[in-house]
């Protein structure tokens, strides 16, 4: 399993690093805006990890003028360095970042 | 011996309900070992036939003394101030509570209908509903902001929906031992001893709170409500979780978040669309704060929370 | 005595939501005529409109302190079905388990805090039964009373583990529960059970052990129980059956003779994605229509629900389905028997009309051979209906507390089934669309529709056992079921009508009754008391 997560997160990584477009805007400014990306994420493929990443927004660097970052968002498990978001549920590394983005 | 009356006017009878779950002292230990003597309950005793009428006579022309007069339900004054939609032998129940509360020792306010307004009182408050002493947040209510009973106290406020046996017990039998006196209430007239501690005090989240773990849905056995799911228990003042509900447990230890029903705002938002069991956010970060911590120390709390957070708190921590 | 028609109104009748008024004719210590007011509207229907789709998740618990797991049951299987879940084995089971022991609860609190308090009142005092029954049943000191009533608040302990409290939780949610029970909760609840059935069920109820009990599978067999053995003459229950015989609450009561259960307890690998039309296949309790002039039964579908409102308090159209209603109050609700007098609709079903719900249709329908045969049957009380020459007093409040033993059972049987490391919860996807969602609450039929529209409530609706029992009279004048039951009573003490009380609380009705006599040919008023 742990070698499992290992390669998502490399293939997360290599993605975003190749200048994967991914919808970092709009931020999602209430929670009617927050449901309806999570709705879309719904409504893909559970092992649709480029799309998950597309509607998620992620970015591999921290974000916006607070430098906005994984690590301190509430999804985020620290020691297993995974989004648990339901919708997302993806390996992710501390200094990422995505517009469902909270704490 | 202390006389006891109990009506209900835009009630469920869940408060009636939650009083009879009861222990130490149950509800017959209360006529048994407190004296305290049940003139009537709607729910409870023997029917009175005529005497039920003769009876309220007598209590509001003083000829019988009323010590505890307990209401539950909201004050029905549809429509257009009449209160005619809830009748109660032979006229509206609002004008036999106007009645009563006036010769009344100590007048009780048990549940939030009787409290605040409570669910009746949700917009558009088709029922014209209101609290005794209150309208939500507003001071006023039926009965009118400067209001005393005998005793010299305002309505004493029990609210929750419903109110947990023990708040309502220990009021009743404070006050029918002579401990009225001792009672101190808080600026919504709750009783300062169930109603100054937080509904998270005393609950088995708190480490997840603490950690910042977030129960992401319903059904896990980790994380803590207030982030994803909507709890109220930093912001709701109650014992819920110091005296446990049916001896057994509470809302947010079982999975289920705060709604904040001992405040004057619930159902909180009017339960309107994307309102019910979400954490209302605004650019990602929760709009009701845990009660005085402010936005800025927030985010430091969540960094540094995040920083120390130990492996175990993202493990399933009530497991099988 | 001249053979004069008198009049009673009987205000407040007990207990629950709000206040029911219950007025009488009598004529030679009959009733000839019954109407039956309920007198609160508070408006969930007209609440719920525009607010969030989980709103009713919320609310509807609050419209009863008693029944609130069953509003909250609709509530979540009515959303269920708008949204197209998918429910797991182990929210099915655990919503059903918190169902149950809510019924549980109201066995013995409704028996010794609101039914058997009747016995001990001076109407039955020459009965050979009255001193024992003071002894008991006296409210707040009988010893019964006071182990009745305490024990009750057992059972929703369990609730507690599941939900966190009870009354009031909202635990039961589209695609789950909000729960993760673990062994320690499943361990609790056994010793909880346990405890209810060894310090109450069989040693003051039954005065036998349930398997003995579950042995009764007609009206003879229970006559050969009650004398076997002194503890089993000497229990509650048979107290209870040979008193109510000594003072003859098995003469009196009939009503319409026909009757109606949603049916309840989904089997939890039956109903995992529900809908509408699948529910009736999926129960283990089967829902029906019982007649019992005809001896026919036959499936209920909620489609024929028909409520009609010419005699209530409404100011829109009748004769409709719930989704066609709009709930519009009438302003000034002036009290007219010839016209509008209640805040209660009246319920029918569109081809077999007014129908009684209830415990005891629940159990007549339970010994009908409709229905899958996997699904439960009971042959006992519909034996006994046939034997004692149709529904009374008593069979409607034996049958009540007959299905304690078969709710116990299935409560067992949930705490079996429980797979604890399965999941509790899957998360649905909101969308627009129409749900239903009912069950039996231990008083009777109950149901919710739902409409969602544009992400918000369109339209809630809806129906309780006691809008079928204390609804008003038809459009097409026919009298309500408890209107019905009322007729032919006898009047001891026109001036202390207390015989129309125990109809009134054979139904169990969720409203604070209250009676008022009257002379029917002169109009004079004889009697005005309150009872439950």
Redesign the interface.
């Known amino acids: 399993m742990a070698s499992d997560k290992e390669v998502v997160l490399k293939a997360i990584a290599d993605m975003l690093e190749n200048g994967l477009k991914t919808e970092v805007e709009p ?1 999602p ?4 805006e ?2 309806d990306i999570l ?1 879309q994420l ?1 409504r893909l493929d559970p092992k649709d990890l480029k799309g998950k990443l597309v509607v998620g927004g992620f970015v591999n660097h921290p974000y916006g003028p ?1 430098n ?1 970052r994984c ?2 968002c ?7 360095r995974w989004c ?3 919708e997302l549920a993806v390996p992710v590394e501390p200094e990422w970042w995505c517009r469902l ?3 | 011996m202390a006389n006891l009356l109990w009506l209900q006017g835009g009630a469920c009878s869940g408060n009636t309900m939650s009083f009879l779950n009861a222990e130490e002292p149950s509800a017959c230990d209360l006529v048994t070992d407190f004296g305290i003597n049940v003139l009537w309950h709607p729910s409870l005793g023997m029917e009175l036939g005529e005497n039920l009428r003769k009876m309220l006579h007598a209590l509001v022309s003083g000829a019988m003394p009323l010590d505890i007069f307990v209401f539950e339900g909201s004050v029905v004054n549809a429509p257009n101030g009449t209160g005619e939609w809830n009748r109660f032998a032979g006229r509206p129940m609002k004008d036999w509570v106007s009645d009563l509360a006036k010769v009344a020792g100590y007048t009780v306010a048990i549940g939030d209908c009787a409290t605040w307004g409570g669910i009746p009182a949700t917009a558009p408050n088709p029922s014209e509903s209101e609290g005794l002493q209150f309208l939500k947040r507003k001071h006023g209510g039926f009965l009118g902001p400067t209001y005393k009973s005998k005793a010299g106290l305002p309505v004493i406020n029990v609210p929750g929906c419903p109110a947990h046996p023990d708040w309502i017990t220990q009021i009743v039998v404070a006050v029918a031992t002579g401990r009225g006196g001792d009672l101190t209430l808080d600026e919504f007239q709750r009783p300062k001893t169930f109603f100054t501690s937080f509904t998270q005090t005393g609950c088995t989240r708190n480490m997840h709170f603490a950690y ?3 129960a ?2 319903y059904g896990q056995r980790k994380g803590c409500l207030f ?2 799911l909507g709890c109220r228990g930093p912001m709701t003042h109650s014992p819920c979780n110091r005296i446990l509900w049916n001896r057994q447990s509470s809302k947010t230890r079982a999975g289920m978040p705060c709604m904040g029903c001992t405040e004057p705002e619930f159902p909180f938002f009017d339960l309107m669309p ?1 309102t019910v069991f ?9 709009k009701d704060m845990p009660l005085g911590v402010d936005k800025a120390g ?2 430091k709390l ?2 540094a929370a ?2 120390a ?3 175990w708190a ?1 493990e399933d921590i009530f497991v099988v | 005595m001249p053979s004069a028609v008198q009049t009673l109104d009987i205000s407040p009748v007990g207990r629950v939501e709000g206040d029911l008024d219950v007025r009488v004719n009598i004529q030679d210590g009959v009733v000839v005529d019954a109407w039956t007011q309920a007198e609160l509207f508070r408006g969930f229907e007209v609440i719920l409109r525009d607010k969030d789709p989980q709103a009713g998740l919320v609310v509807t618990p609050r419209a009863c302190g008693i029944c609130g797991a069953s509003h909250l049951t609709c509530a979540a299987w009515a959303l269920d079905t708008a949204w197209q879940t998918e429910v797991p084995r182990n929210a099915i089971l655990a919503r059903n388990l918190g169902q149950l022991v809510e019924s549980l609860q109201s066995l013995p609190r409704h028996h010794y805090g609101l039914f058997m308090i009747d016995y001990t009142h001076k109407n039955y005092s020459k009965s050979k039964y009255y001193e024992e029954a003071v002894k008991r049943w006296a409210p707040f000191t009988g010893s019964n009373y006071e182990i009745g009533v305490t024990i009750s608040g057992k059972p929703v302990e369990i609730y507690a583990l599941l939900g966190g409290q009870w009354p009031h939780s909202s635990y039961m949610v589209p695609g789950g529960v909000m729960c993760a029970p673990t062994l320690t909760d499943v361990t609790r609840a056994w010793s909880i059970l346990e405890y209810f059935r060894r310090d109450w069920m069989e040693k003051i109820w039954l005065g036998c052990s349930l398997e003995r009990y579950e042995e009764i599978k007609s009206y003879d067999d229970f006559m050969a129980w009650l004398d076997e053995k002194p503890e089993h003459a000497n229990s509650d229950l048979g107290m209870f059956w040979r008193m109510s015989v000594d003072c003859g609450m098995d003469k009196f009561g009939k009503g319409h003779e026909k009757f109606v259960s949603w049916g309840y307890l989904p089997h939890e690998d039956k109903y995992q994605k529900p809908t509408i039309d699948g529910r009736n296949a999926a129960l283990i309790m089967k829902s029906g229509v019982y007649d019992g002039n005809a001896n026919s039964f036959k499936l209920m579908d909620q489609k024929h629900t028909r409520e009609d409102t010419m005699r209530s308090w409404y100011d829109e159209p009748g004769g409709v389905h719930p989704f066609d209603r709009k709930t519009v109050p009438t302003q000034k609700n002036t009290i007219n028997m010839d016209g509008q007098y209640s805040w209660s609709t009246a319920v029918r079903h569109d081809e077999s009309g007014r129908l009684e719900a209830g415990p005891l249709s629940r159990q007549l329908i339970a010994g009908g051979t409709h229905g899958e045969a996997w699904q439960h049957f009971d042959p006992l009380v519909l034996d006994m209906y046939r034997k004692l020459g149709g529904a009374n007093v008593m069979l409607r409040h034996f049958a009540r507390m007959h299905e304690g033993v078969k709710l116990y059972r299935q409560a067992e049987r949930a705490l079996r089934e429980f797979r604890l490391n399965d999941p509790w919860y899957i ?1 649905p ?2 969308r627009d669309g129409r749900g239903w969602g009912a069950t039996e609450a231990i008083r009777g039929a109950l149901c919710h529709w739902i409409e969602v529209k544009d992400g918000k409530i369109k339209n809630y609706q809806i129906i309780a056992p006691t809008t079928w029992n204390v609804g008003p009279r038809s459009a097409d004048g026919v009298r309500g079921p408890m209107e019905q039951a009322l007729i032919g009573s006898p009047i001891r003490d026109p001036h202390d009508p207390v015989e129309v009380g125990h109809v009134c609380r054979s139904y169990d009705s969720c409203l604070v009754c209250t009676v008022h006599a009257h002379d029917a040919k002169t109009g004079e008023e004889l009697a005005r008391f309150r009872t439950a």
């Open positions: 931020f400014e209430t929670d009617k927050f449901g709705l719904r607070d906005q690590l301190e509430m999804y985020y498990l620290v020691h297993r648990d978001l339901p983005w909270r704490i | 910042k773990v977030s992401t849905e982030y994803d994307g979400k954490t209302q956010t605004m650019m990602g970060v929760p927030y985010i969540t960094a995040k920083a957070s130990p492996a993202e | 998360k996807t909101e």
